[in-house]
């Protein structure tokens, strides 16, 4: 007690003591925080010197790289190389519907903070702290924007608070809406789309201004999680999400309870309609035709850092029956038949490209079988072979002898039985080599080889007897532009699949004005040829290939049966079928008139519904001089490209 005691006098003899801690915590205190506040101060303007200048071009709405946009014959989209951009909308364009599903969803109080949330920040956290786990985010529109349009991925505490300082400078600089405008025009949205015109057209064909309710609520659940939820790759996720933001819309008062249910019984079907990461648009034929295109560019336009929009020939509808007549042919019989690929090419007389398939699978193998399998031709090569001998003064009644040939030690064989006495014109649709043969040397090989390379060839042939037979490789595309030659009255062609390429400001930089070689083959040859290769659909090995209207074309299988080809036209479209294994291997009899003149009926019926039948036959004074086609050649899907 007495120690007590004499400790309290001690303290009350110096006063001063507990005095002069205070005062020396309190002064090094303040210097501490005004030397924090200058660093942290010193930091922001550190890191202030490293924000980007938002209005420099390098930041335009379009420019995170150059993109190259393909469209169909008709304008609708094909695919793009690089991210493919709509147009950029000002606020007023954005439908309310839209700018009210974006900001229930993402930022609900984005017209009254100042770039930062607090108090959604605070919900996030303890949200994320019951669920043990990230659940919410608290991020702003404005942060956002940031984020995604101007700043670096990293995360780190540098990034987070560039993050921050840019958005509190986007909301110093503009006004709410032109925030949330350049935000909807930059963001991310799945398959390929930046901004939400882009998305709008890629999922539902159609500009952002013209968006429902529900299609709405569909590109705002992709903000989230764009891949994720893209409709094209995952329909249940995308609804599920949409429905979500629905809700959303109504518990922030946006819609009634009307809407939001007419609204969510209308996604299914909505979504239903979006084109797959497989169908046109994303499909596996329209992928190798857009890297044929792709790989063309540079011979028509130097891209010099700009942004292309490529009009090209390919019809979305035919593209779509090609793509189904493959898969048919080959899931079903050809698998059977141990044929593993196919290819399809489908033009219109003047080599416009209208349809391409390059094999089964385009996720499987990129490689283009419709223009880079060089495949031996078979007897497709037998139209050459007749060119010349009509060029020669052969009529298609000139019999001939269908009996063993020799050719030096080469002794060649018919497919079938021999026939005895034939017309010109029965041998070619019967594909007999013995009067291809005959013809070939009687009219010379040299001659033969020249009418190849005159409609399109670029094989390196060699004179040998057996080129009458089809020993020459041969692509789908070429041997297809040979047979479009004939299908045009004898108008040769170069193919073609670009149309128009302007820039992204509009400037037409390339114009299709209409090129090729003129005429190749005299008319009445011409019309022999197309009366001869009409004969093979009608009582020769082409039977399988018959349509309901008039049609010609031309079997071919190679040896050991490791090619089967068909080729022919209408007067409205030519198409080029092949099948085979890109190993050589070999197919169980597959000859050009099985599997692939089915396969190519069964695309040419689904061209062809609704097109009037026209006649096949031309008289010779029908087929005028100079570079005129027939008239009765005219293709109804030849304007098709010139809509825009």
Do not use: C
Request: net charge positive.
């Amino acid at each position: 007690m007495a120690k007590k005691d004499e400790d309290r006098q001690e303290d009350e003899a110096h006063p001063g003591n507990g005095r002069k801690i205070i005062r020396f915590l309190t002064y090094w205190g303040a210097v501490a925080m005004i030397w924090g506040i200058v660093g942290l101060f010193g930091m922001i303007g550190w890191y202030a010197m490293e924000l980007p200048d938002v209005q420099s071009p390098e930041y335009s709405a379009a420019s995170k790289g150059p993109s190259i946009k393909l469209l169909y014959a008709n304008g609708q989209p094909l695919a793009t190389r690089g991210g493919m951009r709509g147009n950029s909308l000002t606020y007023a364009e954005l439908p309310k519907t839209l700018v009210q599903a974006v900001v229930a969803t993402e930022d609900r109080r984005f017209f009254d903070h100042v770039g930062i949330d607090l108090i959604g920040l605070a919900r996030a956290a303890a949200v994320n702290l019951m669920a043990f786990r990230v659940v919410q985010g608290g991020s702003t529109i404005s942060q956002q924007l940031a984020k995604n349009a101007f700043l670096t991925p990293e995360r780190s505490f540098r990034r987070k608070l560039l993050e921050v300082m840019m958005a509190f400078w986007l909301e110093a600089k503009y006004e709410k809406p032109e925030i949330l405008s350049m935000y909807l025009n930059r963001v991310y949205l799945g398959a390929g789309t930046y901004g939400v015109d882009a998305a709008s057209q890629r999922y539902f064909r159609k500009p952002a201004k013209d968006l429902s309710l529900e299609q709405s609520a569909i590109i705002a659940g992709l903000l989230k999680a764009p891949t994720r939820y893209a409709p094209s790759h995952n329909p249940k996720a995308s609804r599920k999400r949409a429905e979500i933001v629905v809700g959303n819309m109504l518990a922030a008062g946006y819609i009634n309870s009307s809407q939001a249910g007419k609204a969510k019984s209308n996604l299914g079907k909505t979504i239903a309609r979006v084109p797959s990461a497989r169908s046109p648009g994303g499909s596996t034929g329209g992928r190798y035709f857009a890297d044929w295109i792709h790989d063309q560019l540079a011979d028509y336009v130097s891209q010099s850092g700009r942004s292309l929009v490529v009009q090209t020939t390919l019809d979305a509808k035919l593209q779509t029956a090609a793509e189904r007549a493959v898969q048919k042919g080959l899931d079903g019989e050809g698998r059977k038949v141990l044929a593993g690929e196919a290819a399809l090419v489908a033009m219109s007389s003047d080599g416009a490209v209208r349809a391409m398939v390059g094999g089964r699978s385009y996720a499987k193998s990129q490689f283009n079988r419709a223009v880079s399998a060089h495949r031996q031709a078979g007897s497709t090569f037998k139209l050459f072979v007749y060119l010349a001998g009509l060029e020669h003064g052969f009529k298609p009644a000139t019999i001939f002898s269908d009996k063993p040939v020799t050719v030096g030690k080469w002794k060649p064989r018919n497919f079938s039985k021999y026939k005895g006495r034939v017309s010109m014109q029965d041998g070619l649709a019967k594909s007999l080599n013995s009067v291809a043969v005959q013809i070939s040397e009687k009219a010379g090989r040299e001659k033969v080889i020249a009418a190849a390379g005159r409609l399109g060839l670029s094989a390196n042939m060699k004179p040998h007897p057996s080129i009458a037979l089809g020993v020459a490789t041969v692509t789908p595309l070429e041997i297809t532009s040979a047979y479009a030659t004939v299908a045009a009255g004898g108008i040769g062609n170069w193919t073609w699949g670009i149309y128009q390429i302007r820039d992204s400001s509009g400037e037409v930089l390339y114009q299709r004005s209409g090129a090729g070689p003129g005429r190749v083959i005299e008319a009445e040859t011409a019309m022999a040829l197309n009366k001869m290769l009409g004969a093979t659909l009608k009582n020769g090995t082409g039977r399988a290939a018959r349509l309901d209207r008039p049609a010609a074309g031309k079997t071919g299988t190679s040896q050991d049966h490791r090619d089967a080809w068909f080729v022919g036209y209408t007067p409205d479209l030519v198409a080029g079928v092949w099948v085979g294994n890109d190993n050589g291997g070999k197919m169980k009899k597959v000859t050009g008139g099985g599997l692939p003149a089915r396969i190519w009926k069964n695309f040419m019926l689904s061209a062809h519904r609704g097109i009037s039948i026209k006649p096949l036959a031309v008289k010779a004074s029908s087929v005028t001089g100079g570079d005129k086609k027939p008239t009765v050649w005219e293709s109804p899907y030849k304007n098709e490209r010139f809509d825009r």
